[in-house]
């Protein structure tokens, strides 16, 4: 009988940073209990099938690995772009069989994409590589699957934070090399309940709002001769922001203003955590989201009126909290969920609120895991 290998690799949250990464920002972030798991055989061909529960099945022939335009926006260009990477590494590959199955919700803000890319990895590092590519390296060849392949302009802390595991911290600045620190803090003993909140909306029809950000923020730094907004001095920045608003419009302003604090912030929130003052990390974490709604503008999508779903969760999250614990927009933004931290006490009676207004099963309890 045919061995049977387990993989998995968990989900992850954005703690702090939001929208820093793609200009080489830091960020904490944190693995989730929310896990994707694969049994895998190797199958004697040239091919790889990946049975996804609750989807179709998905065939890669590994002799052909080009990027193919027409295969953009689906799992199989994932399974295609991570198996690029290995092979161009010189890494010899054969054909599995993996039968997948996830928790971590699509659409959930807990990055399922990246779940999916690390733990396609974590298969042929296992199977085809003797486990010698670093964590690091598989976090990069996911987002190099998502960035070239997929067609989506990520950055690169999701796919970091799956494969890394725990409470971390990352520094961007050189994304080739980037700086990983555990964050040691026990969350379980804070008091607090950290969850996230599905707002309903779809993020499907949003490529474009979320390439905008990256692309508004890449123009402040153009201006300044520079690739990314980390390169350009602070300082200077504020000086000449007259000018930058007529070169980018205010917009791509507001977002560089949001960048410079938010990376700032992290390294806040880490201190906070490290010197157990979970008070002054809170306080951070609702820094951020209002940041991240009113200069970065990730809650609601220009022009949206009548729908602004992610803009009414929060809202209601911060009415039930009474100003206790921390809410804010999660991951991209947009669509998808909102992150909460809520006292244990209140809990439930929070959960029951929020699936009263927002539908049951809305509301999904978290721990950070390895």
């Known amino acids: 009988m045919d061995k049977t290998y387990h993989f998995s690799a968990p989900g992850r949250t954005e703690i702090g940073g939001n929208h820093t990464d793609h200009q080489h ?7 989730v209990d929310m896990t994707t798991t694969a049994e895998v055989t190797l199958n004697g061909t040239n091919v790889i099938r990946v049975d996804s529960e609750g989807y179709r099945p998905v065939e890669i022939d590994l002799s052909d690995l080009k990027i193919r335009e027409e295969e953009k926006n689906t799992t199989a260009t994932l399974i295609r ?20 199955r996830s928790t971590v ?29 670093s964590v690091i390296e598989i976090a990069q060849i996911g987002q190099y699957a998502e960035n070239v392949y997929y067609g989506k302009p990520s950055g690169l802390m999701d796919q970091m934070a799956s494969s890394v595991g725990g409470l971390v911290f990352i520094d961007f ?7 990983v620190e555990k964050v040691d803090y026990d969350f379980a003993h804070s008091g607090y309940t950290l969850c996230t909140i599905d707002s309903g909306a779809d993020h499907a029809d949003l490529t474009d709002e979320y390439a905008a950000m990256p692309i508004e923020m890449k123009k402040v730094a153009a201006f300044f001769g520079k690739e990314v907004l980390r390169e350009v001095d602070e300082q200077e920045f504020y000086a000449k922001i007259a000018e930058i608003r007529k070169e980018t419009g205010d917009r791509a302003v507001l977002r560089a203003i949001h960048f410079f604090n938010e ?10 955590l490290k010197n157990d003052n979970f008070d002054a990390f809170l306080h951070y974490v609702n820094e951020s989201g209002m940041a991240s709604w009113t200069l970065l503008q990730n809650v609601t999508p220009a022009g949206y009126i009548e729908k602004q779903d992610m803009a009414f969760t929060i809202a209601l999250c ?12 999660h991951g991209g933004g947009f669509a998808g969920t909102a992150l909460a931290f809520v006292p244990n006490e209140k809990f439930e009676q929070f959960k029951t609120a929020i699936e009263a207004a927002l539908g049951s099963g809305c509301c999904h309890k978290l721990a950070i895991t390895e």
């Open 173 to 179: 600045h050189d994304p080739k090399t980037p700086v």
């Open 81 to 100: 772009g991570v198996a690029a990477a290995f092979a161009q590494r010189g890494y010899k590959l054969a054909g599995f069989d993996a039968k997948v």
């Open 318 to 329: 911060q009415q039930l909290l009474g100003g206790e614990g921390a809410v804010r927009v």
């Open 263 to 272: 990376n700032k912030r992290v390294q806040l929130q880490v201190r906070a």
């Open 105 to 133: 919700l699509p659409g959930s803000g807990l990055s399922s994409s990246a779940a999916f890319e690390v733990l396609i990895g974590r298969i042929l590092n296992g199977l085809f590589a003797d486990n010698a590519v």
């Open 25 to 31: 920002g830091c960020v904490i972030a944190a693995a």
